[in-house]
């Protein structure tokens, strides 16, 4: 949980940031490229965040690294601010949360689609035109495969799960029988 909330606090900060001066997008594509690229490179990004370093010497390196990567003012002096809090290591979830954050601020809603089957373009277009209706954002699906649903689909779209699998019905149905209820 804790975790969670730092995450947010600086990505709200950073959105508050992009929203003022018109730059969110491109904190979003900056911010993403220096978490993927330390995300790569895992001997860097461990080196810098070890303890066990020099910290001037952890945050000299780091800077060469945001100045070759040719980041904005903004978004180097934001690394640099998560190096110097000790926050650093929560970089790639503040990527997560600002891309989530981003996402909300331009009306886009994510929604992870699990089907028993491969689903057609149809099928996959009426869920996505339902879960816009639902939402009023635009949704970028993300679809899963499950035989083991046996039929049917399971959605989540934020915290809204939509459990419409045969293997829930059927789950539903055995505890009714259990409590001796009629189906």
């Not at 649903?149 to 989540?156: F, Y």
């Amino acid at each position: 949980m804790k975790d969670f909330a730092i995450s947010r606090r600086y990505a709200k900060a950073l959105l508050l940031l992009g929203k003022e001066d018109g730059q969110a997008e491109t904190y979003r594509e900056q911010l993403s490229g220096v978490a993927a690229f330390l995300a790569r490179e895992v001997e860097l990004s461990t080196a810098i965040a070890n303890p066990i370093y020099e910290c001037d010497g952890r945050r000299g390196v780091l800077k060469v690294v945001v100045e070759k990567l040719g980041l904005s003012p903004v978004i180097a002096s934001f690394v640099l601010l998560l190096f110097d809090k000790g926050r650093f290591g929560y970089l790639g979830s503040i990527d997560e949360t600002y891309q989530e954050l981003v996402d909300e601020l331009n009306g886009i809603a994510h929604a992870h689609v699990v089907s028993a089957v491969d689903l057609s373009e149809d099928a996959v277009e009426k869920i996505k035109a339902s879960l816009s209706a639902l939402t009023g954002k635009d949704v970028i699906l993300n679809l899963e495969k499950d035989p083991g649903l046996i039929g049917g689909i399971v959605t989540k779209i934020g915290d809204l799960v939509l459990d419409g699998s045969v293997r829930t019905q059927l789950q539903n149905m055995k505890e009714s029988f259990k409590r001796g209820e009629s189906v």
